[in-house]
């Protein structure tokens, strides 16, 4: 009999949420033989990245996992063996009671979000014991042996390699998308959040001497985009030139079509989690905007990343990819940085392919958490 896991998500005002747990359920029940079932606030989120969901359904199955509407008004239910709350949720309270009530206690696990920052380390696999008798974890996914990893489906770098040795089959997937690049043009993908740093960048990549075309799938930077164009409105599929540039929107992809679009690009521009770990994945230069939070907390996790990815560069390349960085999330003219950051394009290319090789050395976040819990009973 499988052993059954249950995840908690609550989708928060982005996809991020959503966007792990999904790929972490699927590679749980794939991978691992496990009966997985995910628990959803918002299922109409969770169809933009699945799109044969139906967000109407109050249970289904997709692609191997249970996917269940989380109801306000909780109905009893059977508690699974393994429970993830993802990323501070609270469970629902007539699930703890029933957590409390089982005969063989379940392992509850708080997953929490990435970051580099080096106290993670100190506080991955702490047991946290609840005032009800129940114990749980805190899980932390990084980017060090003494953390959770990232998420990695096993077969994932082998498909990635496929796909870039298979022209046609990049061509043919561009082609569905309504792709069709220019020349020499340097094919590039945008996926951000609102910034008003974005006109300074686009300013740079429309007066640049290599022609770029820029991806912009549907998303909450489309309004600068449009601000700068001097477009009212861009429907998907619109193709604008200005300069050196071309901007054309794409509209929101499935999760392994997002991974195709981040391989066939020499530059992503990500943002928060879930797109942040799949571009580090396709082995490319990045550009990541960050989640803002309160207090600026988010600058000591921008800062503790730079820290580990830049190790190996040579000092004048970390410095312009770090300036790059710093100015995209400090709403700072970009025009000068990325122009530093062409001077090193080489070096950085082949960086981002080393620390994607490094990172897929150590055990995935899917693994990691399977050999946990069986490491705990």
Not at 45 to 55: E, G, I, K, N
Not at 315 to 344: C, E, F, I, K, T
Request: hydrophobic content about 45%.
């Amino acid at each position: 009999m499988k052993q059954t896991w249950d995840i908690f998500c609550c989708v928060v005002d982005n996809y991020g949420d959503i966007g792990v747990t999904w790929r972490l359920a699927r590679q749980l029940a794939a991978e691992h033989s496990l009966a997985v079932r995910l628990w959803v606030d918002e299922l109409a989120a969770f169809a933009r990245l699945c799109p044969t969901a139906d967000p109407h359904l109050a249970a289904q199955w997709q692609q191997g996992v249970q996917v269940c509407q989380w109801p306000a008004d909780w109905q009893p239910t059977a508690v699974a063996d393994v429970v993830i709350g993802a990323f501070g949720c609270q469970l629902p309270a007539a699930y703890v009671q029933a957590m409390q009530a089982r005969s063989v206690p379940a392992q509850w696990l708080n997953l929490e979000y990435l970051s580099a920052e080096g106290w993670v380390e100190g506080c991955h696999g702490l047991p946290s014991p609840q005032a009800n008798g129940l114990r749980k974890v805190f899980f932390f996914p990084g980017f060090t042996p003494r953390t959770g990893g990232l998420l990695r489906e096993s077969s994932l770098l082998a498909r990635r390699q496929a796909f870039e040795r298979d022209p046609q089959a990049r061509q043919a997937f561009l082609q569905g998308l309504g792709v069709v690049v220019q020349g020499q043009a340097r094919l590039m993908s945008l996926f951000a959040y609102e910034n008003p740093g974005l006109g300074s960048w686009l300013d740079a990549l429309a007066s640049d001497t290599q022609p770029s075309h820029l991806l912009v799938p549907e998303g909450r930077i489309l309004g600068d985009v449009q601000a700068w164009l001097g477009t009212p409105q861009l429907a998907v599929g619109s193709v604008t030139q200005r300069g050196a540039l071309t901007v054309q929107i794409l509209p929101f992809v499935s999760q392994d079509d997002y991974d195709r679009l981040l391989w066939c690009c020499a530059f992503n521009a990500v943002r928060g989690e879930d797109s942040f770990v799949r571009a580090q994945w396709a082995g490319r230069p990045l550009l990541w905007h960050i989640y803002v939070q309160e207090e600026y907390a988010h600058w000591e996790k921008l800062e503790a990343f730079l820290d580990h990815y830049t190790r190996g560069l040579s000092s004048p390349a970390a410095a312009a990819l770090v300036d790059l960085w710093r100015a995209w999330n400090m709403d700072r003219d970009m025009g000068q940085a990325w122009q530093q950051l062409l001077v090193h394009w080489s070096e950085l290319s082949i960086h981002a392919e080393r620390w994607c090789a490094a990172q897929a050395a150590q055990p995935d976040l899917a693994t990691a958490l399977v050999q946990f819990c069986r490491n705990s009973l």
